[in-house]
């Protein structure tokens, strides 16, 4: 879709509605220079562009790509292609919406082809054209108008993270658990932030360099100067969090520790109880059974007081005396 088309000469725009691509085309020619502004185009318009302007096949085609990492490529005909990715961060979803814009910026026209929804450039347009003076500049003042907007939107984005690694943070380390998907799901993010900000460091180098205008030199390592910000303050998230994840991991290490302790408690409460019973039962049973000389020979009190409750009291006094000496041999070796 062609979301706008305008054709700019000493710093100023020369009409208020958007024009056709053949007209633009034809107007590249007259001096000055055409904006066209594409979001997610099909592949005939981007055909239409491609043929009105000359562009090369590969390019065009990396318009199409979506890619991980910034970069700038130069093509004949003094056109380079710029590669950006965009950032916004969703307030609902607490998560950060990634796009992509690919600038082709050749002496006489500027195309804009913008992917995903983190990537409008209407308000590049609108402070541009507010500043003649840099319009007069050519292309490249799009190009920094571009850049500076992309930069700018990292900003925000920092600073939604740092709250969500903050509040992460806080959780583990007051000694609860954080979970873990969470805590794996922001390095994600982060990590992939990174990817598109970093990047960009060279792209802009790079851009600078090349630069057809030097008085927008300036204008150029200034948004430099707020990405090396933004970049240093998304690798220290990225470190940042794999401390936390680590710290996650101990705290759930300690946790389990606990929960090991308590049925190591609960099984010797059991494993005890199981041996004051154990000879008992083997008793009762003994003398449970039905031989004839046990049904012959024991039949007076006596013998019950003797055999009977006497074979009970005995194992549990003997296994009294053993369990004392096993804590007082523990006590020692503390």
């Not at 003398?287 to 006497?310: K, M, P, R, S, T």
């Amino acid at each position: 879709m062609i979301v706008d088309c305008a054709y700019y000469r000493d710093g100023r725009r020369q009409h208020v509605e958007a024009m056709s691509v053949e007209d633009a085309a034809t107007h590249c020619q007259q001096g000055g220079f055409v904006w066209l502004g594409m979001y997610d185009p099909t592949v005939e318009e981007l055909a239409q562009a491609r043929e009105s302007f000359g562009l090369h096949e590969l390019a065009v085609e990396d318009a199409q790509t979506f890619h991980l990492r910034p970069k700038v490529e130069p093509y004949a005909g003094d056109v380079e292609l710029v590669i950006l990715r965009t950032a916004r961060y969703d307030d609902e979803r607490k998560e950060v919406d990634f796009g992509e814009v690919s600038v082709f910026v050749g002496p006489s026209f500027v195309i804009t082809v913008r992917q995903g929804v983190a990537s409008d450039l209407h308000g590049a347009r609108i402070r541009l054209e507010q500043r003649p003076e840099l319009l007069e500049c050519g292309t490249s003042s799009v190009l920094w108008a571009i850049l500076d907007q992309v930069v700018d939107s990292y900003g925000p984005v920092v600073a939604e993270l740092e709250r969500d690694i903050e509040r992460v943070e806080q959780t583990v380390f007051a000694g609860s658990v954080a979970p873990t998907e969470q805590i794996y799901f922001l390095r994600r993010e982060v990590t992939d932030f990174y990817r598109a900000v970093h990047p960009l460091l060279a792209v802009l180098a790079t851009i600078e360099r090349g630069a057809r205008d030097t008085a927008l030199l300036p204008y150029f390592r200034d948004v430099h100067d707020h990405l090396v910000l933004v970049n240093e303050e998304v690798a220290a998230q990225r470190d940042l969090l794999a401390t936390v994840l680590e710290a996650n991991m101990a705290v759930i290490g300690v946790e389990q520790t606990k929960i090991s302790v308590r049925q190591n408690a609960s099984m010797e409460q059991l494993t005890k109880l199981a041996t004051v019973f154990l000879p008992l039962t083997f008793l009762t049973g003994f003398f449970g059974q039905n031989f004839g000389w046990l049904v012959d020979h024991i039949n007076a009190e006596w013998d019950f007081l003797v055999l009977g409750i006497g074979g009970l009291v005995v194992p549990c006094i003997a296994l009294a005396i053993w369990f004392r000496r096993q804590r007082d041999a523990k006590r020692q070796a503390a």
